[in-house]
């Protein structure tokens, strides 16, 4: 690993201090220490690292001071990479540091018990401070499973997506059928399973196929 000069963040001395030598041995430069937000900003602005590790929650409140402080860093020192580090997959913290990227400085957010697998951790800082995006996967689970719980099609199968594509490009059961190469029986049982699994009930007019097509375009838009 090239030697890059850090900065730590977080109220834990202990593991700072472990953060700090295990870096160290990696061939890392740990310019400073902070115990808080404001001392992080200060060092920035002194030492000019290339990194910053940052755990979210510090003093005073234990809320969001660490990842509020990485906004102000994106901002103020866009120059800096950033590690984030987490005690808990916190998805709505994780999606406010990686959507206000702008892909040209290494971003990362891990849980802190990711630590203890030190190449790991250590390959991961790497990565973050030659400008990757690294994500844990823990996280990376919770954001597919939240994708698929504010996704209406998400229960629908490949091929029942593949069905109600064709259905909003107006095909008939006959001519998605064609497409597909299945029977047009197939195709009425893929249907039927698509307006059950979308909770269209049938009503007096029973337009469920077009208020199928529409949930689809208001997905796809």
Do not use: C
Not at 147 to 172: C, F, K, Q, W, Y
Request: charged share 25%.
């Amino acid at each position: 690993m090239s030697e890059v000069r850090v900065v730590i963040a977080d109220d834990d001395v202990l593991l700072r201090e472990g953060l700090s030598s295990l870096l160290t041995q990696a061939g890392l430069e740990v310019v400073g220490q902070a115990g808080d937000a404001d001392e992080l900003l200060t060092l920035l602005g002194r030492e000019q690292p290339e990194l910053a590790i940052i755990d979210i929650r510090m003093p005073p409140t234990y809320t969001a001071e660490g990842l509020d402080a990485a906004v102000r860093i994106r901002t103020e020192y866009p120059g800096v990479a950033m590690l984030l580090l987490s005690a808990h997959v916190e998805v709505d913290h994780a999606l406010e540091l990686l959507e206000g990227g702008d892909g040209r400085k290494g971003v990362g957010y891990l849980l802190k018990s990711r630590v203890t697998d030190i190449a790991d951790f250590v390959s991961t800082v790497d990565r973050v401070a030659g400008g990757a995006s690294v994500i844990d996967p823990a996280l990376v689970y919770e954001l597919v499973a939240a994708r698929r719980r504010n996704d209406p099609l998400g229960a629908l199968s490949a091929r029942e997506r593949d069905v109600l594509t064709l259905m909003a490009e107006g095909l008939s059961n006959a001519g998605i059928g064609r497409r597909l190469w299945i029977t047009e029986g197939t195709v009425e049982k893929h249907v039927r399973s698509i307006l059950t699994k979308l909770d269209l009930s049938e009503t007096a007019d029973d337009h469920r196929r077009v208020r199928a097509v529409i949930m689809y375009l208001d997905t796809v838009a």
